[in-house]
């Protein structure tokens, strides 16, 4: 099996950075793409960046030059960076990972337990 644990989150005022990690393990052949979701009360599960092997990214545009993501190969992890953070980017964010088990044929999907991030205005 595989498991995805997030650290990071925090409160921090509008406008604030923080930075979030998530580190993968266990049984991994292959990671192949990562990215980062965020729920918000109420809300439904929505995509803030990804990130696939080769570094490739996509953004939402709600994040589009704000945030950034970043990935270590040799550490299986993945880092969402969030700068000039607003009010509404408070949120429970989650790791997303697909991944070749080394054991299994194909490709298997997860995520994290999430963290939250909390901005106040």
């Known amino acids: 099996q595989v498991k995805l644990v997030e650290s990071g989150g925090n409160s921090v005022q509008f406008g604030g950075s923080l930075r979030l990690s998530c580190v993968a393990s266990?049984?991994?052949?292959?990671?192949?793409?990562m990215g980062w979701y965020r729920q918000a009360p109420g809300n439904e599960r929505e995509m803030v960046a990804t990130?696939?092997?080769?570094?490739?990214?996509n953004y939402a545009d709600s994040v589009k030059g704000r945030f950034t993501i970043s990935r270590d190969n040799a550490k299986d992890t993945v880092y969402l960076q969030m700068n000039t953070l607003k009010p509404e980017d408070t949120a429970v964010y989650y790791c997303?990972?697909?991944?070749?088990?080394?054991?299994?044929?194909?490709?298997?999907?997860?995520w994290g337990q999430g963290t939250q991030v909390t901005v106040s205005s």
């Open positions: 266990g049984s991994i052949g292959t990671i192949f793409g």
């Open positions: 997303n990972a697909d991944v070749k088990v080394s054991y299994r044929y194909g490709i298997e999907n997860y």
């Open positions: 990130i696939t092997r080769d570094g490739d990214t």
